[in-house]
């Protein structure tokens, strides 16, 4: 099989998508899985800036460090660079198969699909809420990356 390569996609890539590309790198890294992995947004409103401060204090309270990651918008090739795409919420989900060139091998999918219990739910989206969704999101996003390295390891 080729080397899996896993994009987390969310509406601005500065807050949830981030965070579960943050997340699944720390798990493949304790389960020495080798594994590309990428984060995109659908919207191109923060092109090039770093994660939201909050996101990366969540991520830094767990002991990973975000602040060189740089917000992209997704695009046609990701279709063929990555075996996995994830969605974050429903909505992105439905940009995603809209903008997905015909014919692409890529699997796309619901993040939390992955989830057992969490299934067809979406990742709360803490841009407007309080700090404390920040912790929630985590949360959300390191049982995806368990989930995820306990299925590529199989
Ligand atoms: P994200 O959160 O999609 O998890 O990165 C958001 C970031 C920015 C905005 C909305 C959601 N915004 O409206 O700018």
């Known amino acids: 099989m080729s080397r899996p390569a896993i994009l ?13 590309e943050a997340a699944l790198r720390a798990e493949a890294e304790r389960a020495g899985l080798d594994i590309e992995i990428d984060s995109a947004g659908t919207a191109d409103w923060h092109i ?23 917000a ?21 989900l439905a940009s995603l198969r809209t903008i997905a060139p015909s014919g692409t091998r890529a699997k796309i999918g619901l993040l ?31 049982a995806a990356a368990r989930e995820l390295v306990t299925r590529l390891s199989a």
């Open 8 to 20: 987390f996609v969310c509406l601005g890539n500065i807050c949830r998508s981030p965070l579960a």
């Open 72 to 92: 992209r918008q997704v695009c046609a090739e990701d279709f063929a660079r990555f075996t996995h795409i994830y969605a974050l919420d429903h909505k992105v």
């Open 48 to 70: 090039g800036k770093p994660p939201d401060a909050r996101a990366q204090a969540v991520a830094s309270s767990h002991g990973v460090d975000i602040a060189d990651l740089r």
């Open 112 to 142: 939390l699909d992955c989830v057992p219990g969490c299934e067809g739910e979406p990742v709360p989206d803490p841009y407007y809420g309080e700090d404390e969704i920040f912790e929630v999101t985590w949360a959300y996003v390191s």
